[in-house]
């Protein structure tokens, strides 16, 4: 399975992004797929995740301000992030779960300005 993200860069608090994460390769082994991200002198942290169901989870700092959604044509995930806060700041993950272990983007750096 190969992962490439799309769509972070510089906006400003209050402002929006979309970011994408195109997938290729054995789709059909994926069960779950999500966004993480990393802050400077941080851990990785899981952002939002969905399953192949349908059914989605999110970081609390994220609830009310980010969605995540999927295009099954266009194997295509994302995460619409509004009302962006500078400590949204960080490098952002595109992640998928199958069987036999993950994959895992390249990542794309978001940064918020205030």
């Known amino acids: 399975v190969q992962l490439v993200e799309s769509g972070g860069g510089l906006v400003q608090a209050g402002g929006s992004l979309r970011l994408s994460c195109a997938v290729s390769g054995s789709i059909f082994s994926i069960s779950a797929m999500g966004w993480y991200r990393q802050a400077p002198g941080k851990q990785r942290e899981l952002v939002a995740r969905?399953?192949?169901?349908?059914?989605?989870n999110y970081a609390d700092s994220v609830k009310g301000r980010f969605t995540i959604s999927r295009d099954n044509v266009k194997n295509t995930m994302y995460l619409q992030m509004n009302s962006l806060k500078p400590e949204d700041t960080a490098v952002y993950y595109c992640?998928?779960?199958?069987?036999?272990?993950?994959?895992w983007g390249q990542g794309t750096q978001v940064t918020v300005s205030s």
């Open positions: 992640n998928v779960e199958r069987s036999g272990g993950q994959n």
């Open positions: 969905i399953t192949r169901g349908g059914s989605t």
